[in-house]
Every structure is written in structure tokens, then in C-alpha cells.
């Protein structure tokens, strides 16, 4: 049963926190597009995309 919620929470959660990487990706003026696209790519990955994103390529959620 925990797994079951564990699973409905990330798939609510996981596509908001992309949307909100998006918008600070769009908002970066310090990174080249190349590394735009990279990190959307990346942000994809299912549960921890987002999370790297924060961690290693100082980005923010909003």
C-alpha cells in the first residue's frame, strides 16, 4: 500500500517540479542554450531529474 502511494504522489509531484525548472531554466541568463536543453533532458528523469537540477546546477524550483 505505501508503495502505491509512493507512486500517485510522484506521479502529482514530479511533473509540477518540472514545470517549475522550466520556468527558472527559461529565466537563466548565465547558461547557454546548449546547457538548456541538457538540463530539460535531464529534468526528465523521473524522480530525481528536478532534484539534480537543484543540487548540482544551482537551480532553484521557483
Known amino acids: ?3 502505491i502511494l509512493e507512486i ?3 506521479i502529482v509531484l514530479h511533473p509540477i ?3 517549475l ?11 547557454s542554450d ?9 529534468g526528465l528523469l523521473w524522480g530525481i531529474g ?3 537540477y537543484m ?7 521557483w
Open 34 to 42: 546548449a546547457k538548456k536543453v541538457i538540463w530539460a533532458i535531464v
Open 21 to 31: 525548472m522550466m520556468m527558472n531554466l527559461i529565466g537563466r541568463h548565465d547558461l
Open 55 to 61: 543540487l548540482v546546477g544551482e537551480g532553484a524550483l
Open 50 to 52: 528536478p532534484i539534480l
Open 17 to 19: 517540479a518540472f514545470l
Open 8 to 10: 500517485l504522489v510522484a
Open 1 to 3: 500500500m505505501k508503495l
